[in-house]
């Protein structure tokens, strides 16, 4: 049935439209079309007393789809009728018919009337929608874009949530079974149709046999039921995951010259990654989101849809920027992790919004430094003095680099600013912390939009706790040495509705940790957080990490063989983290890796860093403070996807060693003052025959 299934409705407040200027027809008439010729059949066989049958759409050995026009509202519908009256075929059209009945969501087929003709032929009434599916779209299209893709299957995850909510599953996702409608070739619509395994099997579709054993279209199965396990929601995002393949690459991503080989690929082949099947470029993230789904254990791919459409929405928000921005994924600017605490798919709702939480805009460097300056000369001439005691100062230096306290009382929470460089992302730049629950307040009430929470150098008290808690937009919790009671430390780690949470220097991180269970928490990043075993197997619980940071912090061999069982991380963090080599060949298992931050670990052996050659989506390396030798430098030369390698802090390695990288146009090499001079890195280009130098960001910090 690739002509249409319907729309009868105005379209949901629930989910934005998939394109704004786009205007859909209404399905409705007042007077009833003079010009439609109705098909002679039998009305035993159809409702003909309330539908009147235009045209035939679908066709399957059980039954048939017709276009036809509701003689009492005038409006076009789409008319099911079954005539294999077969006990599983009428348990399967009734199952469809009570799943669809309680479902109502933009991105879902909407029934409209049920019941049997008069000679007891059951009959689905469904809204229709003038669309085609996304098997007839690829074949005249092409894949999807990459951002029109996230849109729509964001959507699609959207209304399988709610169907997964009330206990139905789907049990066929495919691409015959997702209906796209277009205007003027933009995709402006999207339906999930045939609920339950549709009894009406498509023109020239395989579909297995629907039982306790498998159930769906091969191509799109999981290997779960035929593992001998239960089907279940997970078992959805696996033939989600299948989809989204196919929309982006044109192609499903096991396909075998029988059923049965299908079905066995599925159970025991590697999947493959998009850029394995298209010349595209996608983002890592992207990559990820689909390799996660694609997992063979349903433990290690995401736990519901909701999670799903949650980083699908990260990933278009991102694309939309790099849209707006006139960039190309790979043009994204990169920064130190330890330096830039910047979750690559979270979403900030407006950057208006963040003002007056814990960051401001950054107009322009020469008004930020004046502004700083009036400040300096304000705290000067009231003879104010930092009340910090010094391993305090220490301690936050250490973390922000230089910076004046300016203090109205003898308490530990300062107000500051940071002098320099830019320790936020893009435009914005830490100004001041929230220091007490009225200022917080104050601020959540100018800014109710807010997502991004960040507090620096200030005690979160009980009331600070309940104001964090009741505001239900934050999504995104950053704490820098704060202090804060272990209950209330525990209150808001758990908060379910976060997708990233970060402690840097937070004492009690590691009891806390321990009481974090949330299906939704993508980005995670602990410093000095004390973690322990069991801290660790909790985090490694979280199969929704995309990007997990664990430093300055023991890590053992134990807690790398839980980190790397992680199914989609795409970033991981392990600085001053005593990691050795056996742990670095574990991490090179991770094929969902695309950032790896070793900073101030090893020596590691040469065959080591090798290793790493095994991660095809590598783009960024930190290795500085590692003590590299020419021998480690050779083998990381030989990682060829790298665009950012950080190798400050080696004291052995200089531009001659460098000399290796020459002619990689696509690569920018961090390095220090003492390795090489600032002229050495302007000419870098000249030197490397095309290859990038910039000093590192740790080196800039420190030098200011």
């Known amino acids: 049935m690739s002509e249409a299934i319907c729309r009868c409705g105005g379209e949901s407040s629930a989910r934005k439209p998939l394109a704004a200027a786009a205007t859909l027809q209404p399905a409705t008439a007042t007077v009833e079309p003079v010009d439609e010729v109705e098909l002679p059949i039998d009305e035993s066989r159809f409702p003909t007393g309330r539908y009147k049958p235009l045209k035939k759409v679908g066709k399957g050995g059980a039954g048939e789809v017709y276009l036809a026009r509701d003689r009492l509202l005038f409006k076009l519908v789409a008319v099911k009728v079954l005539h294999e009256l077969t006990a599983e075929q009428l348990i399967g059209f009734q199952s469809e018919a ?192 689909v390799a996660n789904c694609l997992e063979k254990e349903p433990a290690d791919r995401f736990q519901d849809m909701n999670v799903v459409q949650d980083v699908l929405l990260e990933v278009e928000n991102l694309l939309s920027e790099f849209k707006h921005q006139d960039k190309k994924p790979v043009e994204r600017e990169v920064a130190r992790p330890s330096r830039n605490w910047t979750l690559t798919l979270l979403v900030v709702a407006s950057l208006g919004a963040i003002l007056g939480i814990a960051i401001v805009q950054m107009q322009s460097m020469k008004q930020e430094e004046e502004r700083k300056s009036i400040e300096i000369k304000k705290a000067k001439a009231k003879k104010e003095k930092t009340f910090l005691n010094p391993d305090e100062v220490e301690s936050a230096k250490s973390i922000y680099g230089p910076f004046d306290t300016l203090t109205d009382d003898k308490t530990f929470n300062p107000t500051f600013t940071i002098t320099g460089r830019t320790v936020h992302s893009d435009k914005l730049a830490v100004a001041h912390s929230v220091t007490t629950a009225e200022e917080l307040d104050d601020a959540l009430e100018n800014y109710p939009q807010v997502t991004f929470l960040k507090i620096n150098l200030s005690t979160v008290d009980d009331e600070m706790t309940r104001i964090i808690e009741e505001h239900k937009t934050i999504t995104d919790l950053n704490f820098r040495a704060c202090k804060i009671s272990l209950p209330n430390l525990k209150r808001l780690v758990s908060l379910k509705r976060l997708i990233s949470l970060r402690l840097n220097n937070v004492e009690g991180s590691n009891e806390a940790i321990k009481t974090v269970s949330n299906p939704r928490l993508t980005n995670l990043e602990i410093r000095q957080g004390k973690l322990d075993e069991q801290a660790v197997q909790q985090i490694t619980s979280m199969k929704s990490l995309l990007h997990l940071e664990i430093s300055a912090n023991k890590v053992s061999h134990d807690m790398i063989d839980r980190i790397v069982k992680l199914p989609a991380l795409a970033v991981l963090h392990l600085d001053d983290t005593g990691i050795d080599d056996t742990d670095l060949v574990k991490i090179s298992e ?53 665009q950012l390698l950080d190798v400050a802090e080696n004291k052995d390695i200089g531009i001659k060693e460098l000399r290796i990288f020459k002619g990689r146009p696509g690569l920018s090499i961090e390095v220090d003052k003492d390795q090489v001079s600032p002229s050495q890195v302007n000419d870098a280009p000249a030197l490397l025959n095309g290859t990038q130098m910039d000093l590192s960001s740790k080196a800039l910090t420190n030098d200011e």
Not at 599 to 609: M, N, R, T
Request: hydrophobic share 40%; with cysteine; net charge negative.
């Open 98 to 289: 009570r799943a669809l009945a309680n479902l109502s969501h933009p991105a879902i087929i909407e029934l409209l009337d049920f019941g049997p003709t008069p000679s007891g032929t059951p009959y689905m009434v469904l809204e229709y929608f003038p669309g085609v599916t996304l098997a007839d779209y690829i074949q005249d299209h092409g894949p999807l874009d990459e951002l029109v893709a996230m849109r729509i299957f964001a959507a699609v995850a959207e209304g399988l949530a709610l169907a997964h909510s009330l206990n139905i599953l789907h049990r066929d996702i495919s691409a015959s079974n997702l209906l796209i409608q277009t205007d003027q070739d933009q995709i402006i619509d999207v339906k999930l149709i045939d609920f339950g395994v549709a009894q009406i099997e498509k023109p020239g579709e395989d579909t297995a046999q629907q039982g306790t054993t498998l159930a769906g279209t091969p191509a799109y199965m999981s290997p779960d039921v035929a593992n001998g396990l239960r089907y279940d929601q997970r078992s959805e995002i696996y033939s989600f995951g299948c989809l989204l393949f196919e929309a982006l690459t044109g192609e499903v991503p096991f396909l075998g010259r029988s059923v049965m080989e299908t079905i066995n690929m599925h159970a025991h082949n590697r999947a493959p990654m998009l850029r394995e099947r298209s010349p595209k470029i996608f983002l890592d993230e992207t990559e990820a989101i």
């Open 590 to 642: 991770i094929s969902t890796l695309r950032d790896l931050s070793i900073a101030h670990c090893g020596p590691f052996e040469p065959g080591s860093y090798a290793k790493l050659k095994k991660l095809p989506l590598l783009r960024k390396l930190w290795v500085n403070g590692n003590k590299l030798n020419r021998f480690a430098l050779s083998e990381i030369a030989s990682l060829s996807t790298l």
